[in-house]
């Protein structure tokens, strides 16, 4: 017995120091997992600077690379070397690298050339002017010919000049004639010069093109006509497509023999034009729209077929016109039943349809403002006082600031 109470301490001892044992290998093993995702993430964070590293040395190398001097080609030599032109001045005959591809060498293209060798290093795009791109109209206009009114013989002639070439060229081949290159339209303002130009647009899958005749004309010497050749240089590229001159005067007006520096650099943009309209390179499926309210000032070399081969003329809308354009402008109006169209358009004598449509905001805007959802007589009648009489006393009494 006294043997089994002399055992009993040495047990406990044991089994205190199994204890011991078992939770210090616990925590070796926890701490052995720890090191080991501290080991994993060392390992990433290791890979992950060696490719930032790569990454900055490839841009160090890149940044150390001498610069690149643009030039355009002028001839292509038998034994494969090029004549280029570079942007500093001078003409050289230069090798060219084996990275570019010979079909890419043309002459006129935009190549970059080495500085120290000016070896052919690369093919550049074609550069267009960002007011150029800036004329691309991407989504199409909402217009459509329903929203036009009496203009029907004036819809019917652009059809046949603008859409008719491009949605059925075959119908002109049958006959044996060309179609026209371009169409002018000339009338009083808002009488729906652009409104059929935005319509063509929305009618034809063609590239719209836009553009107002006074961006143009440009301060430096060249750069207007550098624009006009651009402005063509994408309408064929994404042809079939349409250009519209808005405002063609600003560019057109006809040349004098006594004129200023400026007036010089308008004419050699209209020589441009003239070119381009009627040069060498044919316009294949580009048509051209101008529009302009004064024709009187036009140069006579714009308007002889050839270039502008259709003029068409808006006139001021007449009391069936006039009646047709107040239906389109009111057909989502809520209406009183006394509003009556016809006597709204004897009123209207001499509205253009831009007046018109400023009308029928107009008498809206009274409805609003007494607080009514429907449009009556009265609220018309208002409104050809305030736009139609007003307008014009406005006008004259502006007169004499302008004069």
């Known amino acids: 017995m006294d043997q089994d109470q002399s055992q009993s301490p040495m047990l ?21 997992r720890r090191v080991e995702g501290e080991k994993r993430f060392v390992e990433g964070e290791l890979i992950r600077l060696q ?144 409104l059929l130009a ?15 005749g006074s961006e143009l004309v440009q301060k430096y010497i060249g750069e207007g006509a550098r624009l006009v050749r651009e402005l063509f240089d994408l309408a064929r590229q994404k042809a079939p497509s349409i250009v519209f001159i808005d405002e063609i005067d600003s560019v057109g007006a006809k040349r004098l023999e006594l004129a200023t520096s400026g007036d010089r650099e308008v004419q050699r943009t209209l020589m441009q034009l003239l070119a381009e309209l009627d040069g060498f390179n044919p316009l294949g499926e580009v048509k051209i729209i101008g529009a302009t309210n004064r024709p009187d000032i036009l140069d006579e070399a714009l308007l002889r ?25 009111s057909k989502r109006m ?12 004897v009123k209207s004598e001499g509205a253009t349809g831009a007046d018109m449509k400023a009308i029928c905001t107009e008498a809206g805007m009274f409805a609003i403002r007494d607080n009514r959802d429907i449009v009556t007589m009265i609220d018309f009648e208002k409104a050809v006082a305030k736009v139609l009489d007003e307008g014009t006393e406005k006008a004259m009494e502006s007169g004499p600031m302008f004069a």
């Open 334 to 345: 809520n209406l009183d039943q006394s509003v009556n169209l016809e006597e709204l358009a």
């Open 12 to 32: 406990e001892e044991i089994h205190r120091k199994v204890s011991v044992l078992e939770e210090r290998n616990l925590e070796l093993v926890e701490e052995s």
């Open 198 to 212: 935005k319509a063509v647009a929305k009618q034809t899958n063609a590239t719209f093109i836009r553009f107002v």
């Open 51 to 194: 490719k930032e590293l790569k990454r900055l040395k490839a841009e160090l190398e890149r940044l150390k690379a001498p610069p690149l001097i643009i030039g355009q080609i002028k001839d292509i030599l038998a034994d494969g070397r090029v004549v280029v032109k570079s942007s500093t001045g001078p003409d050289f005959i230069v090798s060219t690298s084996d990275y570019v591809s010979p079909d890419l060498l043309l002459a006129g293209a935009r190549v970059a050339l080495n500085k120290q060798t000016l070896a052919v290093m690369g093919v550049l795009p074609p550069s267009l002017d960002p007011i150029v791109v800036g004329a691309e109209i991407i989504s199409k206009p909402d217009t459509q010919y329903d929203d036009i009114g009496g203009l029907q013989d004036q819809i019917l002639e652009v059809r046949e000049a603008v859409e008719d070439p491009l949605l059925r060229p075959e119908l002109y081949k049958k006959v044996g004639i060309d179609p026209p290159k371009g169409v002018l339209l000339v009338g009083p303002p808002g009488t729906g010069k652009t």
């Open 305 to 329: 077929p050839g270039r502008f081969d259709r003029i068409i003329e808006i006139p001021m809308p007449n009391f069936e016109s006039r009646t047709e354009i107040y239906k389109i402008h």
